[in-house]
């Protein structure tokens, strides 16, 4: 038998999108958008599904989890979908009971509180029990436009630790800091524990499909910069360096724009700001040579079309045109968006950042 020569695929029309270009840093001929948290309750369609499912029951449920998504993709315009999923469903296979409470926001039952606690956490092997979430994966590719790439996503390290110490939300995160700064050896461990897990599951994401992952951490900006360096940033960044290279990862984190220079240190190829800090100086202060995404105050969607229209074109002023912006909100949608504002943002986005003039 003669062997065949491998015969060259043609790229999947999603590596050129404007989302997939602005993630590589390239120009692009708009400024893509999308929303963290848009599938959630400030939809109609949501609504509508989670009368009938809990969440929980619909994070487990592959096809409700694919078709969440593809309803909101479509309804909104946007230029990239995320996995719908939840940040705390890596914490079961861990050993942590997980519960929605409705209107309460999530809480873990049995938190991890003192040091010895941290042994009983279980070390993730393989996949397995997460397995749901790849078939979330699978299907949401299947079901999306090509050229719409798939965001796939997991908390970072700290805020998963935050989570499992807390047991749920929290305002001084107390329990999680006074274990970081009373026990080292405890929280090494701990925080090993969760980077080896996370690792393990974003790559599973992108074998299973998703084109660029996310690193979520919601809650590090309690913490100032000599903690983050000394306590997170090798734990994060342990995380980026042992991901597939093939996809760009962006790295999120909200609420202390003094963190800015170190996030981007522990690694990213795109790095995402809250407002708390200009568009324009978080860009200077990471460098102009990574990707930047955000920055609209969720709270700007729950005022009028104009305020929107001129807050967006505040932005991308800032951005200047150049090439690796990616427009989002600096956190979540709120449930109390109306989502006709949504999609006004996502217009005014795309009208105005068409083809901006490039700037050196
Ligand atoms: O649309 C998307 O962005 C995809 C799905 C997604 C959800 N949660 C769905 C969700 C993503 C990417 C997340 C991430 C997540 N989850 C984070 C990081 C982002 C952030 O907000 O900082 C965090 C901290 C969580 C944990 C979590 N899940 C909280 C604190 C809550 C309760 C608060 C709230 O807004 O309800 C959730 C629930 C949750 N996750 C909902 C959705 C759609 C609402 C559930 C419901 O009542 O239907």
Redesign the pocket.
């Known amino acids: 038998m003669p062997e065949t020569l491998p015969v060259a695929q043609p790229p999947p029309p999603w590596q050129n999108s404007p989302f997939m270009k602005a993630a590589r840093g390239e120009p692009a001929e708009l400024v893509p958008i999308w929303l ?6 400030y939809m109609a369609e ?1 609504r509508a599904v ?1 009368e009938k499912t809990s ?1 929980l029951d ?1 994070c487990k449920n592959p096809q409700l989890c694919a078709e969440v ?1 593809l309803v ?1 993709v479509e309804r909104l315009g946007v230029d990239a979908a ?7 469903l890596i914490l079961e296979p861990l050993g942590l009971d997980l519960e ?1 409470a ?1 209107g309460e ?2 809480v873990l039952h049995n938190p991890v509180r003192e040091p010895r606690d941290v042994d009983r956490l279980a070390e993730l092997e393989e996949i397995g029990e997460l397995e749901f979430v790849m078939e979330a994966v699978r299907r949401t590719r299947a079901g999306l436009p090509e050229q719409v790439p798939l965001i796939g ?1 997991a ?1 970072a390290p700290f ?1 998963l630790a935050a989570y499992a110490v807390e047991g749920g ?1 929290s305002r001084h995160y107390r329990l999680v800091k006074s274990l970081m700064y009373r026990d080292t050896g405890a929280w090494d461990t701990l925080m090993s524990r969760l980077s080896r897990a996370i690792t393990l599951y974003l790559n599973a994401q992108i074998d299973a499909g998703v084109q660029v992952v996310q690193l ?1 951490d ?2 590090v900006g309690c913490l100032g910069v000599d903690d983050y360096r000394r306590h997170v940033m090798p734990y994060t960044r342990s995380v980026i360096e042992a991901l597939e290279p093939r996809a760009p990862v962006i790295h999120f984190a ?1 609420g202390n724009p003094a963190l800015l220079p170190l996030l981007s240190e522990a690694g990213g190829s795109v790095i995402g700001v809250d407002w708390r800090v200009r568009l324009d100086d978080a860009w200077r202060t990471i460098g102009h040579h990574k990707a930047i995404q955000g920055n609209l105050d969720p709270v700007v969607l729950l005022a009028g079309p104009a305020e929107i229209r001129r807050q967006a074109k505040e932005i991308l002023d800032q951005a200047a045109g150049r090439p690796g912006h990616i427009f989002n909100l600096g ?2 949608v709120l ?1 109390q968006t109306p989502v006709e504002n949504v999609i006004a943002l996502v217009d005014a986005v795309h009208e105005l950042g068409s083809r901006l003039p490039a700037v050196d």
């Open positions: 963290m948290r848009q599938a959630g309750r949501y989670r969440f619909l998504m909101c995320i996995l719908f999923s939840d940040l705390l929605f409705s926001g999530p996503f908390g805020t939300s979520f919601s809650w909200a956190h979540g449930p």
